[in-house]
């Protein structure tokens, strides 16, 4: 009896220890982060700097039990309707023959999909891209079809060309170089996947793609499987940066389908970077041209990110708070 109660004791406070190391000299923040990283629910995380704003608008959907689906159209509707992102919606960055056009996709817990492309003239077009979804027979309507759509859905024409855009591309017209640079906000997305209280997750993306861009160019954002895939047994993926490297391996389809093997959401990400690396070398292309980003969400609500050159950042919304996180990189 004597040995029994001197090993309930040892055991108590080798437990009181575990659970002081685990709290006493580390900040509130760095604890939250770790825990959120082991997985929380509702929780959404989302492209670059403008996610923290769009976030905050997807978490008061999240934080009353709403349905993810709600969230992440509310929450990319943000930097869509914000003159000064200018790789997003209205004010975005033209093509080469100065019109804005948006591409956007949306996917649900039940693997209904939505898309546009090469959409002119709508300041939200993944909404036009929900209505796409749940109000006609197909799945993705492109250039003056899908404007058509829009206008016969309600959707108001706009003029999306700020003059601040229209002043850049006149600049660029003088010399009309196009070559893209990795982490310059002319060709970024903004990408959110969520998971609600219920368990259930949803994704969105949407972008005005690269600036100066041929008419007619679609990159990856509005394709499922490539800027974005869910599925609501495993996890969701969204990608950033040139479009055309994520759609060469189908990134967020690959990246989920790697959470399906039980790799991490981390683990996943990384292994679709190295599959980018690959190939951009087996092409004779250099890497610091590039840049590809991805996030990842699995059911258990662990989430991570990996790109291939450092400046790509995210942003995360759980309970304990809204907060940006650089992303971990390959090129070193």
Same mark, same amino acid.
Request: hydrophobic content about 40%.
């Given at each position: 009896?004597?040995?029994?109660?001197?090993?309930?004791?040892?055991?108590?406070?080798?437990?009181?220890?575990?659970?002081?190391?685990?709290?006493?000299?580390?900040?509130?923040?760095?604890?939250?982060?770790?825990?959120?990283?082991?997985?929380?629910?509702?929780?959404?995380?989302?492209?670059?700097?403008?996610?923290?704003?769009?976030?905050?608008?997807?978490?008061?959907?999240?934080?009353?039990?709403?349905?993810?689906?709600?969230?992440?159209?509310?929450?990319?509707?943000?930097?869509?309707?914000?003159?000064?992102?200018?790789?997003?919606?209205?004010?975005?960055?033209?093509?080469?023959?100065?019109?804005?056009?948006?591409?956007?996709?949306?996917?649900?817990?039940?693997?209904?999909?939505?898309?546009?492309?090469?959409?002119?003239?709508?300041?939200?077009?993944?909404?036009?891209?929900?209505?796409?979804?749940?109000?006609?027979?197909?799945?993705?309507?492109?250039?003056?079809?899908?404007? /058509?759509? !829009?206008?016969?859905?309600?959707?108001?024409?706009?003029?999306? *060309? @700020?003059?601040?855009?229209? %002043? &850049?591309? $006149?600049?660029?017209?003088?010399?009309?170089?196009?070559?893209?640079?990795?982490?310059?906000?002319?060709?970024?997305?903004?990408?959110?996947?969520?998971?609600?209280?219920?368990?259930?997750?949803?994704?969105?993306?949407?972008?005005?793609?690269?600036?100066?861009?041929?008419?007619?160019?679609?990159?990856?954002?509005?394709?499922?499987?490539?800027?974005?895939?869910?599925?609501?047994?495993?996890?969701?993926?969204?990608?950033?940066?040139?479009?055309?490297?994520?759609?060469?391996?189908?990134?967020?389809?690959?990246?989920?389908?790697?959470?399906?093997?039980?790799?991490?959401? /981390?683990? !996943?990400?990384?292994?679709?970077?190295?599959?980018?690396?690959? *190939? @951009?070398?087996?092409?004779? %292309? &250099?890497? $610091?041209?590039?840049?590809?980003?991805?996030?990842?969400?699995?059911?258990?609500?662990?989430?991570?990110?990996?790109?291939?050159?450092?400046?790509?950042?995210?942003?995360?919304?759980?309970?304990?708070?809204?907060?940006?996180?650089?992303?971990?990189?390959?090129?070193?």
């Amino acid at each position: 009896m004597s040995n029994r109660r001197n090993f309930l004791k040892t055991a108590a406070m080798a437990t009181m220890a575990v659970g002081l190391n685990s709290f006493v000299g580390k900040p509130e923040e760095e604890n939250n982060i770790v825990a959120s990283k082991k997985g929380r629910k509702p929780i959404v995380l989302s492209t670059w700097r403008f996610g923290i704003e769009a976030n905050a608008a997807a978490w008061e959907i999240l934080k009353i039990k709403g349905r993810a689906l709600d969230a992440v159209e509310a929450g990319v509707k943000i930097p869509e309707g914000d003159p000064t992102e200018r790789s997003v919606g209205f004010g975005g960055r033209p093509d080469r023959e100065g019109r804005v056009t948006l591409d956007a996709c949306i996917m649900d817990e039940y693997s209904n999909i939505g898309s546009v492309a090469c959409l002119e003239h709508i300041k939200h077009p993944i909404s036009v891209a929900r209505g796409v979804m749940e109000k006609s027979p197909h799945v993705m309507l492109v250039g003056e079809g899908a404007l /058509q759509f !829009a206008l016969a859905q309600g959707f108001k024409k706009e003029n999306l *060309l @700020t003059e601040e855009s229209e %002043k &850049e591309w $006149k600049e660029w017209l003088k010399t009309s170089q196009y070559k893209p640079i990795a982490n310059i906000e002319n060709h970024d997305t903004i990408g959110m996947i969520a998971l609600d209280a219920d368990g259930n997750l949803s994704g969105a993306c949407t972008t005005s793609g690269m600036a100066y861009k041929m008419h007619g160019r679609v990159g990856d954002s509005p394709i499922i499987g490539a800027g974005l895939f869910v599925d609501n047994e495993i996890g969701a993926a969204t990608a950033t940066g040139h479009g055309e490297e994520v759609i060469r391996i189908v990134g967020c389809h690959l990246v989920v389908e790697l959470m399906r093997q039980g790799k991490s959401p /981390q683990k !996943a990400c990384e292994e679709a970077v190295s599959r980018i690396v690959k *190939l @951009t070398r087996n092409r004779g %292309k &250099e890497l $610091k041209d590039i840049q590809v980003g991805f996030i990842a969400l699995n059911k258990k609500g662990e989430y991570g990110s990996y790109c291939i050159q450092g400046g790509f950042n995210y942003a995360v919304h759980d309970d304990t708070g809204n907060r940006l996180i650089d992303t971990e990189y390959f090129l070193k």
